[in-house]
């Protein structure tokens, strides 16, 4: 094994081991969000003050991230400080009784979580270059499995306080994050400028008419991710399912991405992004509509599931051609996607109030349609 790869492999190690601890972190705060509310006495209007707390952190914290990513050398130093800062930030919001307090940890939380979610990208976008291939969809799959295992702890410890959770999390997130200070601030090709990159002034580049394609598909995207996590079990609900029938449905389709990121990297080095992508989408964007429009919990559910696996792919490639322009592509990329994770659930219970829940949840189905439409021309030149 030649130096370069095994810098790689390296570097792979310890990017996969980020992104699973912000999968387990995430998972962790949305599932046990109902004690927060409780514990605060919180009505629904003030938890959705702490939310947009949060998510104006997030996109203060990818902006701020983008321009210090901008610096390869920093990179490292941005992943540590980004994950102890929010382990910091989750044990705080478990101690928070009050709306006041629980704003300002939530705010904190946001930007610690978009600070590490792009150094983290970012260095995955290097360590893919230096690779020569496909590997994004990988280690996006560390954070769908990180997701998966948070939610089932969650789950396991619902007899346990939340503050006692949130604190145990953190620490321990914060100590493997210590352990593996020596490795992360060695990362493989951190001190090597960005080969390839458009070099046109920051504000020129992030704007581009490119990246905002690249953000809006990823808004696309997380609209459905958005659309899964709060509205699946519901839909699934109004087919007469059991309640633990129900909330498979979500399961499902993060079971469905984290198969699809698995295999994704094998399937884009040997089709291509644009190919795997716009396949991807035409598969979910087909499944949902099918599964939204039946009675059958079954094909509902399967649905889901499939939905899951044909969206997997799309936002590792997405990063991966935004990484292409820098990390200000990155952060501009991210925030334009999150945004649709944001907005997307409120605007499908909106349109369900006009219409029904199975004709709003054709609007991810569109968009998906719509990625597919799209993917060549925002992917054409992304594989490594």
């Not at 046990?32 to 919180?42: E, K």
């Not at 969809?137 to 998966?148: E, P, V």
Request: proline share 4%; aromatic share 4%.
């Amino acid at each position: 094994m030649s130096r370069t790869e095994l810098g790689v492999q390296q570097t792979r190690v310890v990017l996969t081991g980020y992104f699973l601890g912000l999968g387990v972190v995430m998972a962790v705060w949305g599932a046990r969000m109902p004690a927060v509310q409780h514990t605060a006495h919180l009505t629904t209007g003030r938890l959705s003050l702490v939310l947009l707390a949060a998510a104006l952190g997030m996109v203060a914290g990818l902006q701020t991230g983008g321009r210090l990513a901008a610096r390869p050398a920093r990179l490292p130093l941005l992943m540590v400080c980004g994950s102890v800062a929010l382990a910091a930030a989750l044990a705080l919001l478990g101690q928070c009784h009050s709306l006041a307090s629980l704003l300002v940890a939530a705010l904190a939380f946001g930007a610690a979580h978009g600070v590490l979610d792009v150094a983290v990208n970012t260095a995955a976008v290097r360590c893919q270059n230096m690779a020569g291939r496909p590997i994004m969809s990988r280690l996006h799959a560390a954070y769908s499995i990180g997701a998966l295992g948070g939610a089932a702890l969650a789950a396991a410890t619902a007899g346990t306080a939340h503050s006692r959770l949130f604190l145990a999390t953190g620490a321990t997130l914060a100590a493997m994050t210590l352990l593996t200070v020596p490795r992360t601030l060695v990362l493989s090709g951190t001190d090597q400028s960005w080969a390839g990159v458009n070099h046109e002034p920051g504000p020129a580049r992030s704007a581009s008419g490119k990246v905002w394609l690249l953000g809006a598909l990823a808004a696309a995207a997380l609209l459905g991710e958005g659309a899964a996590a709060d509205w699946a079990a519901v839909h699934v609900h109004t087919l007469h399912a059991g309640t633990a029938v129900a909330a498979s449905a979500f399961a499902l389709y993060s079971t469905g991405m984290a198969i699809g990121r698995l295999t994704g990297d094998r399937l884009t080095t040997r089709f291509g992004a644009p190919t795997v992508v716009r396949t991807g989408a035409v598969l979910a964007a087909a499944a949902l509509a099918t599964g939204v429009q039946c009675s059958s919990v079954p094909v509902a559910l399967a649905g889901w599931a499939v939905f899951g696996l044909g969206l997997s792919t799309t936002v590792p490639c997405l990063i991966t051609a935004a990484g292409r322009r820098g990390p200000r592509a990155v952060a501009t990329v991210s925030v334009t996607g999150y945004l649709g994770l944001l907005t997307g659930p409120a605007l499908i219970g909106a349109l369900a109030s006009a219409t029904t829940l199975a004709t709003a949840l054709l609007l991810p189905a569109l968009l998906a349609a719509a990625l597919a439409v799209l993917a060549h021309r925002a992917l054409e030149t992304t594989t490594p």
